[in-house]
């Protein structure tokens, strides 16, 4: 039976909470706080942090038939995972990923450093939350919320920074593990469409756009989410 593993990324909380619905719904997945998130001292870049997660898991006595399922830097690093293990991932769940450097809004970085210093500008990044949260039940998004508080601006300044220096395009073609690319088309941010050069250059890929969901599927259509991962574990 395949074990899944969810991993998350600089949004909807920054850590393992963003699975809430995830956890209650697949039984014996796990969900781990990466470093830096909450407690420990970040990796350099996306490399490094499929390393941490595999010791992770391995100390955990997890090591083959896995799952990994992630959105933004967590995509970055199943991504990671995948073409560096094989033969330990039997597949993958990616959402709002690419496998080149990002392109980013003017002011992006600046606002995560600025809200470090000025109390109204902080006050900005945590709407900015919010908002990127529009389409999450608006419980779970306050619990999110006080989850960024606690992992703060910089936390998520330095994901950004590295998920952006994230690049795999002369290696992605070459991904062995069976990998289903999600994008919700509510995106608050539409971002470019990066997941289309990942789908072209992966034989066999699934892509599916979700007209309901945002920036966080599993959080906000987890029903839906859940029942397209059951889906795609289903054929492995």
Known sequence: MPQLVFLHGPGAGACADAYYYQSRHFAGSVAPNLPGH?????????????????????ARGLNKDLVLAGYTLGASIALQYGLDYPDEVKGLVVMTVAARPKVRPPGTYELRLRALEDPKVYEEWLAYQRKAMYLVEPGLRERLLERHRQVGPMSQYHDLVTIDAFDVRDRIASLKPKLLLMRGLKDHGNPPEYEIEIHKAVPGSQYIKLADAGHFPPTEIPEKFNALVDAFVATL
């Open 38 to 58: 909450l407690e420990g001292t970040r990796c350099p870049d996306v490399a490094r942090y499929a390393e941490w997660v595999r010791g992770w898991l391995w």
